[in-house]
């Protein structure tokens, strides 16, 4: 089983930055997909970001352009990078892993994807 491990959540205040961090561990492989999916509070969970095992990234709307997703293969660690936080932003942050064939526009629909974190709070006021 791969087991998916995030960190970096907080509280922070409006236009300050934080990265998000997602350890993989176990039965892990570098060829799939990895994704970014955040929870607010009675919304169903929605896409932020992915990558894919090409590299090949893309974003929701709301976050184009202030966060970026990027990912250490040899670390086994996925990365969030957050800038000019709103409170919109404001949810439970998953990283999550998916099967490599995905595309484009399904890499962040979180019905594809087979292995979830516990998530991590983030929290902008």
């Known amino acids: 089983h791969v087991q998916l491990v995030e960190s970096g959540g907080g509280s922070v205040e409006t236009g300050q930055s934080l990265k998000l961090s997602c350890s993989a561990s176990?039965?892990?492989?570098?060829?799939?997909?990895m994704g970014w999916f955040r929870q607010g509070q009675d919304k169903e969970r929605e896409g932020v970001a992915a990558?894919?095992?090409?590299?090949?990234?893309t974003y929701a709307d709301q976050v184009k352009g202030r966060f970026t997703i990027s990912k250490d293969n040899a670390k086994k660690t996925l990365y969030l990078q957050m800038k000019s936080l709103k409170p919109d932003d404001t949810a439970t942050y998953y990283c999550?892993?998916?099967?490599?064939?995905?595309?484009?526009?399904?890499?962040?629909?979180?019905?594809?994807?087979?292995?979830w974190g516990r998530g991590t709070q983030v929290t902008v006021s």
């Open positions: 176990g039965h892990t492989r570098s060829s799939g997909c």
């Open positions: 990558i894919g095992d090409d590299g090949t990234t």
């Open positions: 999550a892993a998916g099967p490599s064939r995905l595309p484009v526009p399904s890499m962040t629909s979180p019905r594809w994807y087979n292995y």
